[in-house]
């Protein structure tokens, strides 16, 4: 999922994630070795953890009318020295699980 904004607070954050059933609750976790061509690295785990409350909090909302267990994998990430932040990884979290329930056939409200 991209999610990218030009104007003058831009927006950058690409993410590629696989959706599976879970035993029970949210678990969300990035594969072993991902890396990203971004600087300061230390930012990294922040995005990584606003993606998934992005995926989280679309997943939760009533009005998909399910609850699901999930775990989301995080496979692909890139960032922009200057666009990217964690609004940007949550806002690409968000559209990520929206994407899913769609082609999961949920029905949008």
Do not use: W
Not at 18 to 41: H, I, K, R, S
Not at 92 to 104: H, K, T
Request: some cysteine.
């Amino acid at each position: 999922m991209l999610h990218q904004r030009h104007n003058c607070a831009p927006h950058f954050a690409e993410i590629t994630v696989d959706f599976e059933p879970a035993a029970e609750g949210f678990a969300f976790e990035v594969v072993e070795g991902l890396t990203v061509e971004y600087e300061p690295a230390e930012d990294l785990p922040r995005f990584f953890a606003a993606a998934a409350a992005g995926i989280e909090e679309q997943l939760g909302l009533p009005e998909h009318g399910v609850v699901a267990a999930t775990r989301v994998v995080l496979r692909q990430a890139r960032a922009d020295t200057f666009g990217s932040h964690e609004r940007a990884f949550k806002v690409a979290g968000y559209l990520a699980a929206r994407e899913a329930l769609e082609i999961s056939g949920v029905p949008r409200l």
